[in-house]
């Protein structure tokens, strides 16, 4: 494998000259390792979705690219991210999903925690029935928390600590979407499902990214949402997407539709729009419900897609929802085979990263343009520091 | 003691919280000295914070009496 870094200069020219990334972003684990960081750490990251942490007190661990972190929603109603670990010996805080009820006591010395952090006993630190010792100072042992911040209820998180607040990286999509920012209601148990793929997280965005195979691979749209009722969304540096003209409500039996979101301008009569927050959230919005889709990447080549519907309404119709969810399914899974198989051709020791249509692929280029600014930023930040 | 060993060893077995903690203040009372009956204490005292019971502050409030705890600090925003 390689360890000279790769040549990026292709990929960050005009769309019409413009080089994929090269197979080694998706093959290569010390490849995966850089992006890792540069890519997914130093930005902010989808996690997961308040709907995983629904009620004060639920802990949920989850292993984020090797890491074990805990995402809980604490007794003020927060949603935060910790590192599962105890500041004692590192030992794994919470196994398994659960209820915290009042303190998070680590299974091995008992150090326990409030759910918003605080060590809040260290039984015995001092000696047998001595529960503090000057050496300790809790205000500084505190759980590891990582910054986090929930939008359009998933929690994004910034493992580096660096990355520019939230509300100002993402500025020009959250105004973009400002009047989807109102109560979502996850549709519960029926409303998520998870599709495991065989091919690297970027894959996946990258076919999200485009309308352009919409007719060959969904071939159900062509009767109503043909390829010219598409449009581009392309925010060079910060998102890309595509845009239909021609969105079409789901009907139950009796004709009932979903209700709307309030407030929505007409334009989203029969608008939708599907854009990537990068690095790896897949989000749609319509005016009935949206989606989100968090790819959490495995390794290389293993990606796990979770899928969450949400509605206007707390309370919906379970068969429309149940119907709707089986549509989405059934979409998401025809793209199954297109991601795989572009995965299993980055094996062609000669393919040199493909090439790009400068009329259909622009929001795809503009995701390898920008995943291709955040390594040079990383390797010049490596260069500047030797 | 040896009952109340036995209780506590079936409270840890059942998992029976509640019992814990009544059990290990009441071998707080009963210990003859102030670090045996601080250890109990202690006990009494993690059970009922990790399980949110009532008794949780009042032990706590204990254990900071005779100087074997601290009071806590204040609660911490979330790190956006």
């Known amino acids: 494998m390689t360890s000279e870094p790769t040549n990026l200069a292709a990929v960050r020219r005009p769309i019409d000259q413009a080089h994929g990334l090269s197979n080694a972003h998706y093959i290569d684990p010390t490849v995966f390792d850089e992006e890792r960081q540069a890519v997914l750490f130093d930005n902010w990251a989808g996690l997961g979705v308040g709907a995983d942490v629904p009620e004060v007190g639920d802990a949920v661990p989850v292993t984020y690219l090797g890491m074990p972190l805990l995402m809980v929603r604490d007794k003020e109603g927060e949603v935060r991210v910790f590192q599962n670990t105890c500041r004692h010996r590192g030992m794994i805080l919470v196994e398994e999903p659960r209820k915290i009820e009042g303190a998070i006591r680590c299974p091995y010395h008992s150090w326990c925690y409030s759910t918003d952090g605080r060590l809040v006993s260290t039984p015995h630190v001092g000696g047998p029935g001595q529960n503090t010792h000057a050496g300790i100072d809790r205000a500084l042992l505190g759980l590891i928390e990582i910054r986090s911040h929930i939008w359009m209820d998933v929690i994004f998180i910034n493992i580096s600590g660096t990355a520019l607040p939230f509300e100002k990286a993402n500025a020009a999509l959250m105004d973009r979407w400002a009047e989807f920012d109102k109560p979502l209601y996850h549709g519960g148990a029926d409303s998520q499902f998870q599709l495991e793929v065989k091919c690297n997280w970027k894959l996946a965005v990258e076919n999200y990214c485009e309308s352009y195979h919409l007719p060959w691979v969904h071939p159900g749209l062509n009767s109503y949402s043909r390829l010219e009722d598409h449009y581009h969304i392309e925010a060079k540096g910060q998102f890309s997407g595509q845009g239909t003209l021609v969105y079409r409500q789901l009907r139950g039996d009796a004709a009932e539709v979903f209700p709307d979101f309030d407030g929505l301008a007409d334009k989203w009569d029969e608008a939708a729009e599907y854009i990537t927050v990068y690095p790896n959230v897949l989000l749609g919005v319509h005016r009935d419900h949206t989606f989100a889709i968090v790819l959490v990447p495995e390794g290389p080549e293993r990606t796990v897609e979770n899928i969450h519907l949400y509605y206007a309404q707390p309370e919906t119709s379970d068969a429309l929802r149940a119907k709707n969810t089986a549509q989405w399914k059934e979409v998401f899974a025809e793209d199954v085979f297109v991601v795989e198989g572009m995965q299993r051709g980055r094996h062609g020791v000669q393919f040199d990263g493909g090439r790009f249509s400068p009329a259909m692929d622009g929001p795809t280029h503009l995701f390898h343009d920008w995943v291709a600014s955040q390594l040079e930023r990383h390797r010049s930040a490596l260069h500047a520091a030797e | ?80």
């Open chain 2, 1 to 80: 003691m040896k009952p109340l060993d036995d209780a506590l060893r079936a409270a840890h077995v059942a998992g029976d919280t509640d019992a814990l903690i009544r059990l290990y203040a009441q071998a707080a009372e009963g210990a003859d000295t102030s670090d045996s009956a601080a250890f109990y204490l202690t006990h009494a005292y993690v059970f009922a914070l990790e399980t949110g019971d009532a008794r949780a502050d009042g032990l706590r409030e204990k254990l900071v009496a005779v100087g074997r705890e601290e009071p806590l600090d204040p609660a911490r925003p979330p790190l956006r």
